[in-house]
């Protein structure tokens, strides 16, 4: 496909027709800066709720049941995101008919993959003794299953939105499609965070979360056909060729959900496990406040993903090195400046965010802090592997990293404590800096020294915007 063919997607979708580009990008930076804010939302209200009326054990006991069926959201990041791709490609050559094939292919594999996952998570659920491995004593052996079994199904209607929100990205209408899952995101937050507040238990929460996904769906099939009629569920255009074409991208991108994954929720199972659940409450309360700044990192990821592809199909290297140093600039300066903030004032915000009903490391706080200051050195460059399909290496060593990491805390934890999780994952932020640094200039065909002396140099931004604008003109 050429380069002209590949920058050629019209202004379509909720920016409108013959709308400039500029603007279109304006609104999907918006959408996509409303994630992480939807995200502090959530956290600021769910915590302290469930925290208040259910209290630390049983909210602890929770969020380790939710690790389990949060894994399996993750089988299909890859599919939905390698099929956005090629859905994308194929509409803007005016392809639509290869696009549904794509679409109806990758619908077709969520299916068998929810099906498969059922099957195993019914059979884990009632065969293995997951009470007594994860410790959960709040709970009924009843209401675990019930819980589980609904978490299932909330993880398999998560593959779905995955699948709509590349196909709304396909025809223009990326910032909208964004919007719509934000907004899902919030009511689920809310929905949950009210039924708790009226004394409902875990089954009734899980209840809550399904139904609310349930609906918005519902809400973004509708939008969908009023944007996209060509867009139809089924099989009748799938092909077993396209999912074998597809197959290779989507194993190397899901090493990095498979990344988080096991850095996320990998760590609290593990402390979970070797401390118990107040533990995993304290902990993930704690990190949860010191990612809020790491946000930062994944909005200027997003917003410069489809800059940097757009450049490299030109092979303006210029403009590419200059906008990496810059995102891999403003990430450091806007973290360092976020991390310093909640070094000051972090315990004050703890206490007031818990109502004082977890105790504050201070010390484990700054490690966590840490973490996100090493983040802030290597996430805004990985985007320059990933807009150009060569993320592989990357990938992998992020998961095998992650990986490490869990498995040195729980070796670790009965003698250091909840600071051998925050240690263990700095080590693998720190190793990833140089890595993926140089897979980076690589790729740009830059050098150390040309990077460094960028990155150190503060920008005329307006001057800078207006290169900006001229290089992609």
């Known amino acids: 496909m050429s380069t002209e063919a590949v920058l050629s997607i019209p202004d379509s979708g909720p920016v409108g027709p013959g709308t400039p580009k500029a603007r279109r990008l304006l609104f999907g930076l918006g959408a996509t800066a409303l994630s992480p804010l939807v995200t502090v939302v959530a956290q600021v209200v769910s915590v302290p709720v469930f925290l208040h009326y259910w209290g630390p054990r049983l909210y602890g006991e929770w969020l380790l049941l939710s690790t389990i069926p949060w894994y399996l959201s993750l089988s299909d990041v890859g599919f939905g995101s390698v099929a956005g791709n090629e859905m994308t ?72 939105s995955t699948l709509l929100t590349s196909a709304f990205r396909c025809d223009g209408n990326y910032a909208l499609g964004t919007l719509l899952l934000n907004l899902i995101r919030l009511f689920e937050a809310l929905g949950s965070a009210l039924a708790a507040a009226c004394s409902a238990g875990p089954l009734i929460v899980a209840a809550v979360l399904v139904a609310i996904r349930w609906v918005g769906l519902a809400l973004m099939v509708v939008l969908l056909r009023s944007r996209s009629p060509w867009i139809c569920w089924g099989m009748r255009h799938a092909r077993a060729a396209c999912v074998r074409q597809m197959a290779g991208p989507v194993i190397a991108f899901m090493a990095f959900p498979f990344g988080n994954a096991l850095s996320i929720q990998g760590m609290l199972a593990a402390v979970g496990i070797v401390l118990g659940p107040l533990a995993v409450t304290g902990f993930s309360t ?48 806007a973290c360092a400046a976020a991390v310093s903030f909640l070094g000051v004032f972090g315990d004050r915000i703890y206490r007031l965010w818990t109502h004082g009903q977890l105790p504050f490391d ?104 207006e290169r900006m604008v001229t290089s992609r003109q």
Request: proline letters at 3%.
């Open 362 to 465: 201070r010390a484990l706080f700054r490690a966590l802090l840490l973490v996100v200051l090493a983040d802030s050195l290597w996430y805004a460059s990985s985007a320059t592997s990933i807009a150009c399909n060569l993320h592989q290496k990357v990938a992998v060593a992020y998961a095998a990293g992650s990986a490490a990491s869990v498995v040195v805390a729980y070796l670790a934890l009965p003698s250091l404590g909840l600071m051998a999780a925050a240690l263990a994952l700095l080590l693998v932020d720190v190793a990833m800096i140089p890595y993926v640094l140089q897979s980076s200039l690589s790729i740009l065909q830059d050098t150390p020294r040309t990077f460094l002396r960028e990155f150190w140099h503060l920008p005329n931004w307006r001057t800078f915007s």
């Open 286 to 333: 704690m990190r949860t406040l010191a990612r809020s700044a790491f946000m930062i990192l994944e909005t200027i990821k997003q917003t410069i993903w489809p800059e940097l592809s757009a450049a490299f199909a030109l092979e303006n290297w210029a403009y590419a090195r200059k906008l990496h140093a810059r995102a891999c600039q403003g990430s450091f300066v």
């Open 89 to 160: 490609m194929r509409v803007a050559v005016g392809d639509r008919e290869g696009a549904l094939r794509s679409f109806q292919s990758a619908w077709v594999m969520v299916v068998l993959i929810s099906a498969a996952l059922t099957v195993g998570v019914v059979a884990v659920t009632f065969t293995l003794p997951l009470g007594r491995w994860l410790k959960v004593q709040t709970m009924t052996a009843a209401t675990l299953h019930g819980v589980m079994l609904l978490l299932t199904v909330y993880a398999l209607e998560a593959l779905q």
